[in-house]
């Protein structure tokens, strides 16, 4: 597979000099300073791709072309934001780049609840604690009915905490929660707001009364709309499964299994209708096989993020080492190698590590973490295009 980079653009603490020469060969980024819903010019998607171009490089995947929030509820905009998505397409299109990452989780993008969880080696890494993020939907939040969508030992657990959670505690989880994994991809909490938790509200108001029926009903919308130009392109437009892959904060979620991947491939069954493999994000959901998950989308995947992760006793989970957990990632590389070599993929989150946290990385992006496991993929893919090559698999 192609070994490619998320890059945060010229704000990023990474430089694609650095990515040049640790072999990185394709480059995964955004423009990330135009505002989600406005139209990608050409002019400025020319601009990034000669920058990258200039370190040996190429733009490989587009990570991500946001999907306006009324798009995702069928708000009233919602046929202008997708006229103007389908003309940055095709001006993506024009400038010959052909992945698309996207997602249509409502309002929160991954989640986590504590971004610096110690490790045994002195690393430290992400990690989600179901009973915490129970505790901040109930008791932070405050939202009507969130205890009915937690499980008795969840909500036990929410108990002991109530007597231990400090203003600092709670401070941090609003930070963790709201700001640090939102802000910098979606921009829909600065961290300068007032009161995040009233403008995190706001944006879960806007989505009631749409249950999963209707996700799904709005995601077909949105794909049927954008299929001819994908298709005038050879643009592949491929979806992230939600992350956690599981219902949360009373949205509804539709990438979170088997289930929910075969319904989207069979709703628009146009093959530029395709899928990110998240490894990271399906092993976190104790209901994934993920190497039997990605048998059977091979042929549908257009992007792979390589990483894995650890369940621990009630549904807490943390980012495991990309040489263990329950992504096999060994199995992975086989099926997605033997598929199409040429296959985009980048390693997730990693370990911090060796002076990452003294350094402002984007959460779940440190260099030398991601250095670490790029070469432990890489070892991988030699090894498994050896066994390709001599007929052993």
Known sequence: MEKTW??????????????????VEGIVTSLHHIKNGD?????????????????????????????????????????????????????????????????????????????????????????????????????????????????????????????????????RLVNTIIIKTQGFLTGYVSEDAADPVRVFNGLLALFEGVDRNGLRTNLKYFLEAIMPVCGKYGIGMCIHPDDPPMQMLGLPRIVTCDEDIDWIMKAVPDNNNGLTFCAGSLSSGAHNDVSALAAKYADRTKFVHLRSTEILPDGDFREASHLAGRADLVSLVRIFEKKDPTLPMRVDHAPVMLGDDRIAYNPGYPFHGRMLALGQVEGIMATVRREISEGII
């Not at 306006?68 to 202008?80: T, V």
């Open 6 to 23: 998320r890059w945060f653009g010229q704000s990023d603490k990474v430089s694609l000099d650095m990515l040049r020469q640790i072999g």
């Open 39 to 171: 139209v990608w010019n050409v002019e400025e998607i020319r601009t990034v791709q000669q920058r990258i171009a200039e370190y040996g490089m190429h733009w490989s995947v587009v990570e991500s072309l946001p999907v306006s929030e009324q798009i995702k509820y069928a708000g009233p905009d919602r046929d202008r934001l997708i006229d103007q998505y389908i003309t940055s397409l095709e001006n993506l299109g024009k400038a010959g780049i052909r992945t698309v990452c996207y997602n249509f989780m409502p309002v929160l993008d991954w989640a986590r609840t504590d971004l610096e969880f110690p490790n045994p080696n002195g690393t430290s890494c992400l990690y989600f604690n179901k009973a915490e993020f129970a505790y901040f939907d109930i008791h932070i939040l405050k939202r009507a009915g969130a205890e009915k969508d937690f499980d008795a030992r969840t909500l036990e657990r929410v108990e002991e905490l109530k007597s231990k959670m400090t203003q600092e505690h709670v401070q």
